[in-house]
């Protein structure tokens, strides 16, 4: 039973995903519901579901409008808590997500606030490549915003110690 709900999820999220693909679909599928769908299942139990809802939230987030409505309707803590997972594809899904949302200045005291500065702080010396190119690539944006760089400085200087 498990098994065959499981899937259910995961056929749900590839048709979701599917239409946050596409320039012509992604607005429908963000204003349709799609977008509360995918915040969904990236807090549910199934690993392989949360990654795609990561994917679908990272197409969705691909346009301005779009980016602050994910953090405004709670998507920043489950694609946190999906970087911080072990799971290294798990991690790279997330991390190319919320490289879509601190892409738009609006989010960055959202994400300073919710300590994304510390998760990516320890994502930047995993021993992945990709992973570690991420979080610095995501810090690098937060950074261009003055306000925030005495956090990451802060941040910095703890992971040192």
């Known amino acids: 039973m498990v098994g065959r709900r499981t899937t259910q999820w995961a056929n749900g999220e590839s048709v979701i995903m599917d239409g946050s693909f596409l320039h012509e679909t992604r607005n429908d599928a963000t204003r349709g519901g799609g977008l509360q ?13 949360r990654r795609y809802a990561s994917i679908c939230l990272c197409n969705m987030a691909n346009n301005p409008t779009t980016q602050v409505q994910v953090v405004v309707h709670g998507g920043l803590p489950p694609l946190m808590d999906l970087a911080t997972s072990n799971d290294v594809d798990s991690q790279r899904h997330s991390l190319m997500a919320l490289a879509n949302l601190v892409a738009n200045e609006s989010n960055h005291q ?17 021993p992945d490549p990709d992973v570690r190119e991420y979080a610095t690539f995501n810090l690098a944006n937060l950074a261009s915003n003055p306000d925030h760089l005495n956090e990451i400085g802060r941040a910095s200087c703890r992971e040192r110690v």
């Open 110 to 126: 959202a994400m300073v606030s919710k300590g994304l500065v510390k998760v990516l702080m320890k994502l930047s010396q995993s």
């Open 37 to 49: 769908a995918a915040i969904m299942l990236a807090r549910n139990e199934d690993l392989d579901v």
